[in-house]
């Protein structure tokens, strides 16, 4: 596709915007937060936090690199940058990892319009923690709601992918983004606040290493890929929107800061509110659904009507978000068959809209009705969850971080680095470092370490 017909990205701030509209999502205000508590807590947290500054960002620039430069969808980015190689399945998997991630994510994203409609009939009130456990099962285990706000999720998405990168992307992220920091953070202030948010804390903040096994160190590898949507060529999508101008590594690292600054508050929602009222941190994907309403009835039930109105703001703007994510998922699909199988955009989205749907309502009937149909002990949803998560973007960074690091003609990689010259990157050598030793060594040790073939842990 000829560069000049590709729109790019208005300003500075909505390139970063933009990307962290696709970082932060689902992934830090739902996953995060179960993830942790699934795997102990603190231990895990610090090993997440060293998987992002480690990993995690330099293989961002190196998926911004390889996107930037080729100013192609991520199969063919690599089509252009190695041809005639076998260098562009990493670009397809990377598409089908994102079709499955957009697949299962829809169902959370879904569950959070019900959230909404909750919220906005004031249904919480009067509820006590069982109550909102009790409801929650029960929806999610009914087939026909959950599977209703799935597809309308999908129907959303799609109708902003259909009306263009510009226009769609950047818009939704300027004014949401911002907004949802704050109430996180009036909300955090409020569950540290709460009786026995004392608890809490301590497991956000007191690492317990004797919990740490190997398969800790995979979920925290996943989760920071997860949720810094990396790995399987979304932010490369992304990249190929951006300008000449754009400062690769500067995005990288605020992409990096903003998605993780999320997560930890997320974490200092969740965990407090959940040890106040007693609910246990490895509740596992319902963790965050059932401990949020908690939060609104116990930290302002003395004033119904500010009760009401920040728990609909909440859920709105969490929906909001989980839409910025679901469009970048999207955008590398339809980006994909758009431009590799000469599609018009439109045709493009509706085959994956489509083609989501199916296997959205399959994942979510896999949580109710179709529980007891499962794959190495896995239901569908969860299987989906963890391939991609803890196979698929790990294996993805891990390529990304050779591709760049030892494929591609160092000059090329400083040129990107420093806009050709013109910006002084002093992280410009531990970036090389990471992608060409530090990023393959480190990812294929967590791997084989999973396995079992190498007992480190
Ligand atoms: N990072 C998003 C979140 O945290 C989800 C997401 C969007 C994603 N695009 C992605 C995850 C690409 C992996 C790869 O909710």
Request: glycine letters at 12%; charged letters at 15%; aromatic letters at 14%.
């Amino acid at each position: 596709m000829n560069k000049d017909n590709r729109v790019n990205f208005g300003s500075k701030l909505g390139v970063i915007l933009a990307s962290a509209g696709s970082a932060v999502g689902l992934g830090n205000i739902w996953r995060f937060p179960y993830e942790a508590g699934n795997n102990g807590g603190a231990a895990f947290i610090l090993i997440y936090l060293g998987c992002v500054l480690i990993l995690g960002m330099p293989i961002m620039v190196g998926e911004f690199i390889i996107g930037r430069r080729s100013r192609a969808n991520t199969a063919g980015a690599y089509q252009k940058l190695a041809p005639g190689t076998q260098w562009k399945w990493v670009g397809r998997l990377g598409v089908l990892a994102g079709f499955l991630i957009l697949s299962y994510y829809s169902v959370v994203a879904g569950w959070t319009l019900e959230f909404v409609g909750e919220a906005a009939t004031n249904s919480f009130v009067g509820k006590t923690a069982t109550d909102f456990i009790d409801t929650f099962n029960a929806f999610t285990g009914s087939a026909w709601r959950p599977m209703f706000w799935a597809i309308l999720f999908l129907l959303i998405t799609h109708f902003i992918i259909t009306k263009g990168v510009e226009k769609g992307i950047e818009r939704s992220s300027k004014i949401m983004m911002p907004a949802l920091f704050v109430l996180l953070l009036v909300l955090a202030v409020c569950s540290v606040s709460l009786p026995g948010a004392g608890e809490g804390i301590r497991f956000l903040l007191k690492p317990d290493f004797s919990k740490v096994t190997a398969s800790v160190f995979l979920s925290a590898m996943g989760q920071a890929f997860f949720s810094l949507s990396l790995g399987m060529g979304c932010l490369c999508t992304y990249a190929s929107y951006f300008k000449k101008d754009t400062h690769l590594a500067k995005t990288a690292f605020s992409v990096g800061i903003i998605d993780t600054g999320v997560a930890i508050l997320a974490g200092f929602i969740i965990f407090p509110a959940a040890f106040s009222v007693g609910i246990q941190p490895d509740a596992g994907s319902s963790l965050v659904f059932i401990t949020l309403p908690n939060v609104f009835q116990q930290a302002f039930g003395g004033v119904p009507l500010l009760a009401y109105l920040l728990s609909v703001l909440f859920y709105v703007l969490l929906a909001i978000a989980a839409l910025t994510s679901t469009i970048s998922l999207h955008e590398v699909c339809t980006a994909y068959l758009h431009e590799e199988f000469k599609l018009t955009r439109n045709r493009a989205a509706t085959l994956v809209t489509g083609g989501c749907m199916v296997l959205g309502v399959l994942c979510s009937l896999s949580l109710g009705v179709g529980k007891g149909y499962t794959l190495f002990g896995l239901t569908l949803f969860d299987l989906f969850d963890y391939v991609t998560a803890k196979i698929m973007l790990p294996g993805g960074g891990m390529f990304i971080s050779i591709f760049v690091g030892w494929y591609l003609d160092k000059r090329l990689v400083k040129d990107e680095i420093t806009n050709g010259g013109t910006l002084r990157v002093r992280i410009y050598k531990p970036i090389v470092f990471v992608l060409k030793y530090v990023a393959p060594i480190g990812i294929f040790f967590i791997f084989i370490n999973e396995i079992g073939l190498l007992k480190m842990f």
